[in-house]
Nanobody
Framework: QAQLVESGGGLVQAGGSLRLSCAASGRVLSNFGMGWFRQAPGKEREFVAAMSWSGDSTYYADSVKGRFTISRERAKNTVYLQMNSLKPEDTAVYYC??????????????WGQGTQVTVSS
């Protein structure tokens, strides 16, 4: 069982930056690949970024490539999503995700409760 808690969302102007954090319970990071998804109003949830279980590989949606970076800090059992050059179309609820000994793409085994990111133009 994994419990994921996101934080760091908020309101930012276009071109600005935010860093999302996902605190995982127990030894999650040693057994799970981690990722981020988002869901905008009226749209389906979509993949944003993921890191493999081994930590050797990262994956990004084309829409965020070059602007977003996923990373993790094993000692704190925390995964981050650094978001730079934010655009209004990045506005969504962002969800942390985990997959047991895999990569959460296109879906995941566990989900956080979500954190709102709003980018104003």
């Amino acid at each position: 069982q994994a419990q994921l808690v996101e934080s760091g969302g908020g309101l930012v102007q276009a071109g600005g930056s935010l860093r999302l954090s996902c605190a995982a319970s127990g030894r999650v990071l040693s057994n799970f690949g981690m990722g981020w998804f988002r869901q905008a109003p009226g749209k389906e949830r979509e993949f944003v970024a993921a890191m493999s279980w081994s930590g050797d590989s990262t994956y990004y949606a084309d829409s965020v490539k070059g602007r977003f970076t996923i990373s993790r800090e094993r000692a704190k059992n925390t995964v981050y999503l650094q978001m730079n050059s934010l655009k209004p179309e990045d506005t969504a609820v962002y969800y942390c995700a985990a997959s047991y000994r895999g990569t959460p793409r296109p879906s995941a085994d566990y989900w956080g409760q979500g954190t709102q990111v709003t980018v104003s133009s």
